[in-house]
């Protein structure tokens, strides 16, 4: 059963704080994902990586950063959380090459910044 | 232009009938299309995927692919109440030479009794 981990469901931080989140896949893919999901915007790309140590911007990449140090962990790192960064954030991962594979999800980290 | 499209909704249909759910796309070289259902609260789980023109069955759920018309769509068949979820388009666009997902805002589907 293949499965995409993040390490918390819900966190609570304040504003100011450096939060780290974690993300940890099995299945061996190149690419993973950090998206952020908020009402009536659907699902944002935040970051993705397709390698190890490799990483490229998405839509909305200001304010974040990530690390890709083995292929199985990728981290979202909010530098200086900030209220506007309350949300649903989910990562993914998926295979590389073919484009006609699917992207598997974690379950999901609800982060409230206060 | 959004990259991809859909209807917000939400779309309300009575138990048994057709929904009919819809996307459309800017990149026309895109390649691979996908649907994903979310429940509240959870993470979205793959329905169907489909990558050639035309239609792609699987039980109740039919995916339509228009490359020409940038179209794509899912019916689900004989809908259920189970079936109310959030549905997600996703597009693999083949601009940027990536594997990323980028994905539509959603639509509501409410199946009611």
């Known amino acids: 059963d293949v499965k995409v981990t993040q390490s918390s469901r819900y966190l609570v931080k304040r504003t100011g704080e450096k939060v780290f989140l974690e993300c940890v896949q099995d299945?061996?893919?190149?690419?993973m994902f950090w998206y952020r999901q908020d009402p009536g915007l659907g699902l944002r790309l935040i970051y993705f990586?397709?390698?190890?140590?490799?990483?490229e911007k998405g839509d909305i990449p200001e304010g974040y950063s990530v690390s890709r140090e083995k292929k199985e962990r990728f981290s979202l790192i909010l530098e200086s959380a900030s209220t506007n960064q309350t949300s649903m954030y989910l990562c993914?991962?998926?295979?590389?090459?073919?484009?006609?594979?699917?992207?598997?999800f974690g379950q999901g980290t609800r982060l409230t910044v206060v | 232009q959004k990259e991809v499209e859909q209807n917000s909704g939400p779309l309300s249909v009575p138990e048994g009938a057709i929904a009919s759910l819809n996307c459309t796309y800017s990149?026309?070289?895109?390649?691979?299309f996908f649907w994903y259902r979310q429940y509240s609260g959870k993470s979205p789980e793959l329905i169907m995927s489909?990558?050639?023109?035309g239609d792609k069955e699987d039980g109740r759920f039919t995916a339509q692919l228009n490359k020409a018309s940038q179209y794509v769509s899912l019916l689900i068949r004989d809908s259920q109440p189970s079936d109310s979820a959030t549905y997600l388009c996703?597009?693999?666009?083949?601009?940027?030479?990536?594997?990323?997902?980028?994905f539509g805002t959603g639509t509501r589907l409410q199946v009611f009794p």
């Open positions: 993914a991962s998926r295979n590389a090459g073919t484009g006609d594979t699917e992207a598997f």
């Open positions: 299945m061996d893919h190149e690419n």
């Open positions: 990586s397709y390698d190890v140590k490799m990483k």
């Open positions: 990149d026309r070289g895109s390649q691979s």
């Open positions: 489909i990558y050639s023109n």
């Open positions: 996703a597009v693999n666009p083949i601009w940027d030479n990536t594997d990323k997902l980028i």
